[in-house]
Structures are given as C-alpha cells and as structure tokens.
C-alpha cells in the first residue's frame, strides 16, 4: 500500500525543495552566475507554499494545538517578510550590488524559519493532531493544487 503524505509530510517536502534552490542559487552566486531562473522558480514556491500553509495548516494549529496561536503569529510574521525580500529581489535590475545581501538576508531567514516550522510547529501539530486529521488536510491540499494545476494559466 503506498501511503501519500500527510500535509506536514507535504510541507516538510517543500521545505526540503526550498534548501535545495537556496544550494543551486548559492552555487550559482559563486560562480558569479545570475540567480534568474532559479530565484524566480524559489519565488514561486514560496508564496505557493507560504499561502497553503496559512490557509491550511495555520487555522487548525492557532485552533487546536497548545500555544499554537503564538507560534502561527510567529511564522505569519517570517511569511511576511519572506515576501518582501522576495518582491524586492524581483523589482532589482540585473547586475545590481543589493543582489547579494538580499540574497544572503533572505537565505538566513529561510533556514531559520524552515527549521523553526519543523522543530515547533510540525512537532506540536503532529503530538495533537490526529493523524486521521493531518492525512485529510493532505488530501485537501493536493486537490485543491490540482484543481489549480488543472485551470491553466
């Protein structure tokens, strides 16, 4: 029986394509390459990823785990500013010197955040949420990316 993921499976995996970009984009930057591509495909995932959480994970955490609304406020105020480095760096022109300290800024507060949402919130989230409960927010998930995926552009 192959069992798909829970939704913090889901997200723990979107964590781990986050680290991944930030290794490809770091990689690049030593190489004195533009993050283009890479920088627009780390954009993309994290205000996907960023907004399936608030919408999906947060209520039930803020609702039904132990001091979950402190740790979801917590993580809201890390999405914000996650956005904005990220509207920044979109709004740079190529070549630009504040490239890099953006870069850096936004990659220390990734990892912070990433590890943050893995130590506290998933662990607090899987102690109190049943796992019939976190399966089914899995399922939701996945439709409702497919339904997207599925509209087209």
């Not at 907004?51 to 785990?65: I, T």
């Not at 953006?102 to 955040?113: A, F, K, P, S």
């Amino acid at each position: 029986m192959n069992r798909r993921p829970d939704i913090l499976g889901e997200f723990t995996a979107e964590h781990r394509a986050v680290e991944d970009l930030l290794v490809r984009i770091e990689a690049d930057r030593a190489e004195d390459r533009a993050p283009g591509v890479l920088l627009d495909r780390l954009t993309d995932l994290l205000l996907s990823h960023c907004a399936a959480e608030e919408e999906h994970l947060f209520p039930v955490v803020q609702h039904d785990v132990p001091d979950g609304g402190a740790v979801v406020f917590r993580c809201i105020h890390d999405h914000l500013a996650i956005g904005q480095y990220l509207a920044d760096l979109q709004a740079l022109p190529s070549g630009d010197p504040a490239l890099g300290i953006l870069l850096n800024g936004l990659t220390e507060l990734l990892r912070r955040h990433l590890a943050t949402e893995e130590k506290q919130l998933f662990t607090a989230a899987r102690k109190t949420l049943p796992a019939a409960e976190r399966a089914a927010l899995g399922e939701r998930l996945r439709a409702e990316r497919a339904e997207i995926a599925g509209a087209g552009p």
